[in-house]
């Protein structure tokens, strides 16, 4: 843990996305020195909820300008930092009509901020939030049924000329070799450390109101605008532990030119929306619960954009393992069923989904943001205390060498 005047600077792109916004605060509440990008300081939803983080830190956070596709604005940004933790990339919740209006920022920005990385003379080490399908992706088809087949590591690569490959897939995987490849040219007197982290598809509490695109599939169970449930595997992880692998691949030895799986569990989508129908049928919520056919949703991709991202994922199910999460970066994944429950609380709490006249529960949310995996807090366990003893969801559980998708 950071401490002092000597705290280390870390710079973290993103800032006030998902990810971001949550590895910020988790590296203000272990005492670093934080510098966040955002693309404009004048966008003050996105600014107050990040300078709101900085309530009761020892330092202040700093936030720059910068963006993906202006090169030039890196080299300030990174100046005098230690540590840079580069989140930020297009994340789009339907199909681009420009495969390049996702692929080019991610590449070129991963560059850019990896080129001013080298030149600065400080930075030791970089963090690089790439993605589950920059190892495989669902929309590939595997050629055999068994487990063996479907089981993936950190030692795959996708295929980014599979023409079943999206946009976004593309994005990850061609960000994430173009990184590795400038590590491996850069001159010994401009080498810095690489660690990546590959998080599935990540739920938990916002932080701002916003809604990610991880998250759509939450919002849309609650708010009518998904009456049915498409068979699509979902590979979940906590956004309180993909912040946590950023800190602990930031700083653990170990994680130093390596690729981190991130994943709770990989479960079909009527498991989730069981879960939350559970948790709301009495507080006047409608959860979907019976699965469409694969051609109702095929049929719904012709005129709802966002259908055509899962349409080639549909009924087929694969795994990955997390053995560097939990024994090299030492994080035990956050129960399942508290990361959904979390997530859904977070959203009607912070305005983004309403609240209905039977809603009584917003606990939960009052942890939102809050570390697990040993990083406890008074104001969670309080919370916790409070609620009957049916609805504590608060352990999380060993997790198998391999966790299905």
Same mark, same amino acid.
């Given at each position: 843990?950071?401490?002092?005047? /000597?705290?280390?600077?870390?710079?973290?792109?993103?800032?006030?996305?998902?990810?971001?916004?949550?590895?910020?605060?988790?590296?203000?509440?272990?005492?670093?020195?934080?510098?966040? @990008?955002?693309?404009?300081?004048?966008?003050?939803?996105?600014?107050?909820?990040?300078?709101?983080?900085?309530?009761?830190?020892?330092?202040?956070?700093?936030?720059?300008?910068?963006?993906?596709?202006?090169?030039?604005?890196?080299?300030?940004?990174?100046?005098?930092?230690?540590?840079?933790?580069?989140?930020?990339? &297009?994340?789009?919740?339907?199909?681009?009509?420009?495969?390049?209006?996702?692929?080019?920022?991610?590449? #070129?920005?991963?560059?850019?901020?990896?080129?001013?990385?080298?030149?600065?003379?400080?930075?030791?080490?970089?963090?690089?939030?790439?993605?589950?399908?920059?190892?495989?992706?669902?929309?590939?088809?595997?050629?055999?049924?068994?487990?063996?087949?479907?089981? %993936?590591?950190?030692?795959?690569?996708? #295929?980014?000329?599979?023409?079943?490959? /999206?946009?976004?897939?593309?994005?990850?995987? =061609?960000?994430?070799?173009?990184?590795?490849?400038?590590?491996?040219?850069? &001159?010994? #007197?401009?080498?810095?450390?690489?660690?990546? +982290?590959? &998080?599935?598809? +990540?739920?938990?509490?916002?932080? @701002?109101?916003?809604?990610?695109?991880?998250?759509?599939?939450?919002?849309?169970?609650?708010?009518?605008?998904?009456?049915?449930?498409?068979?699509?595997?979902?590979?979940?992880? #906590?956004?309180?532990?993909?912040?946590?692998?950023?800190?602990?691949? =930031?700083?653990?030895?170990?994680?130093?030119?390596?690729?981190?799986?991130?994943?709770?569990?990989?479960?079909?989508?009527?498991?989730? @929306?069981?879960?939350?129908?559970?948790?709301?049928?009495?507080?006047?919520? %409608?959860?979907?619960?019976? +699965?469409?056919?694969?051609?109702?949703?095929?049929?719904?991709?012709?005129?709802?954009?966002?259908?055509?991202?899962?349409?080639?994922?549909?009924?087929?199910?694969?795994? %990955?393992?997390?053995?560097?999460?939990?024994?090299?970066?030492?994080?035990?994944?956050?129960?399942?069923?508290?990361?959904?429950?979390?997530?859904?609380?977070?959203?009607?709490?912070?305005?983004?989904?309403?609240?209905?006249?039977?809603?009584?529960?917003?606990?939960?949310?009052?942890?939102?943001?809050?570390?697990?995996?040993?990083?406890?807090?008074?104001?969670?366990?309080?919370?916790?205390?409070?609620?009957?003893?049916?609805?504590?969801?608060?352990?999380?559980?060993?997790? &198998?060498?391999?966790?299905?998708?």
């Amino acid at each position: 843990m950071a401490t002092g005047g /000597d705290s280390p600077l870390v710079l973290v792109t993103g800032a006030s996305g998902f990810i971001g916004a949550h590895v910020v605060k988790l590296l203000l509440d272990d005492g670093y020195r934080v510098r966040g @990008t955002v693309r404009s300081l004048q966008a003050e939803d996105k600014v107050k909820p990040l300078k709101d983080l900085s309530v009761g830190a020892k330092h202040e956070l700093e936030l720059v300008e910068a963006d993906l596709l202006k090169e030039d604005s890196w080299k300030e940004a990174v100046k005098d930092c230690t540590y840079v933790i580069h989140v930020a990339s &297009p994340f789009p919740n339907k199909a681009p009509s420009k495969p390049d209006d996702v692929i080019k920022p991610a590449v #070129d920005g991963t560059l850019a901020v990896l080129k001013a990385a080298s030149e600065s003379g400080t930075v030791k080490r970089v963090v690089l939030t790439s993605s589950i399908v920059a190892i495989y992706d669902g929309c590939i088809p595997i050629e055999k049924d068994t487990v063996e087949a479907k089981t %993936f590591n950190e030692d795959v690569w996708v #295929d980014v000329e599979h023409p079943l490959l /999206d946009a976004y897939g593309r994005s990850k995987a =061609m960000a994430e070799r173009a990184a590795w490849d400038f590590i491996k040219q850069l &001159p010994d #007197d401009k080498k810095f450390e690489l660690a990546v +982290v590959n &998080p599935g598809l +990540v739920m938990g509490p916002v932080l @701002t109101k916003h809604v990610p695109t991880s998250l759509e599939i939450i919002k849309r169970s609650l708010d009518k605008t998904a009456p049915l449930v498409p068979k699509l595997n979902l590979v979940v992880t #906590d956004v309180r532990d993909v912040a946590l692998a950023h800190i602990r691949a =930031m700083t653990v030895p170990e994680a130093a030119g390596k690729r981190h799986i991130i994943c709770t569990a990989s479960k079909w989508m009527k498991d989730v @929306t069981a879960i939350l129908h559970k948790e709301f049928k009495g507080q006047g919520y %409608f959860v979907p619960t019976i +699965v469409a056919p694969n051609f109702f949703v095929w049929l719904n991709s012709l005129v709802e954009k966002s259908y055509r991202l899962i349409v080639q994922r549909l009924s087929r199910e694969f795994y %990955f393992e997390n053995t560097r999460m939990t024994e090299v970066l030492k994080i035990t994944p956050t129960e399942l069923e508290k990361t959904i429950i979390d997530s859904a609380y977070s959203l009607i709490d912070n305005g983004i989904l309403k609240k209905s006249r039977k809603y009584k529960k917003g606990k939960e949310a009052a942890a939102a943001g809050q570390q697990v995996n040993g990083e406890a807090v008074e104001e969670g366990a309080k919370a916790a205390e409070a609620e009957p003893a049916a609805e504590k969801k608060e352990e999380v559980q060993p997790q &198998p060498e391999a966790v299905t998708a």
